[in-house]
């Protein structure tokens, strides 16, 4: 479904992708993992048109979009869930959500998704007609997840989705993407809780500054204790 090949990314002089190369396959749950600044983000970033590699390829579905504008990814069957949320704070749950499904034109399927967000997210439908930025963190992300399944995807992009919340509301936003993947959505997890995200996936990829260190079968890599000191920190 998702191929990287050789991938190099910059940000001005300052390389943060050196050849990255992985594959995701429709059906799977792929983690990436590695310390601050390994580029996990930047691979991301890259693959949704935030920003564009200067060598490699990226396909989708067989088709290339390292080209294409970060709309036009979005329309193909891609859906990023950025780190931090990044939701509109001025704007209600609701007109958030509506926001997500910008690009369809299916009113119906719309409404649809709209009714299954608000049914999967008990929180959001109490909240629907408040301003997104007065919820809580777990709200926020749950908001954050909820507006990127608006667009329909066929492969969701979560960056750091546990990133400052509580234990408890980690273990539901663990249940959520869970029920996600198991609904038949293809996900790429990029996670900073290493045990969370290799305890999600099947497979993983683990880089390091910006390079692939390591990949292969997600149990195999929790248990390689060398592995996690080197690349992990633990």
Known sequence: ?????????????????????????????????????????????????????????????????????????????????????????????????????????????????????????????????????TLSGGEQQMLAIARALMSAPQLVMFDEPSLGLSPILVQEVVAIIRDIYKDGVTVLLVEQNVNMALRLASRAYVLETGRVAVSGDSRDLLKDDSLLKAYLGG
């Not at 799977?28 to 390994?38: D, P, R, S």
């Not at 590699?53 to 989708?60: E, R, S, V, Y």
């Not at 399927?109 to 929180?123: S, V």
């Open 1 to 133: 479904m998702l191929v990287l090949d050789n991938v190099h990314a910059r940000y001005g002089s300052v390389n943060a992708l050196s050849g990255v190369s992985m594959t995701v396959e429709p059906g799977e749950l792929v983690a990436l993992v590695g310390a601050n600044g390994a580029g996990k983000s930047t691979v991301l970033r890259t693959v949704s048109g935030l920003m564009r590699p200067h060598l490699g390829t990226i396909t989708f579905n067989k088709a290339r979009i390292d080209r294409q504008s970060a709309s036009e990814i979005v329309k193909l069957g891609i859906a990023h869930c950025p780190e931090e949320r990044k939701i509109w704070p001025q704007m209600t749950v609701e007109e958030n959500l509506e926001m997500g499904a910008y690009l369809r034109r299916d009113k119906a399927g719309i409404a649809a998704t709209l009714a299954k967000m608000l049914d999967r997210f008990p929180r959001l439908h109490e909240r629907r007609r408040q301003m997104a930025g």
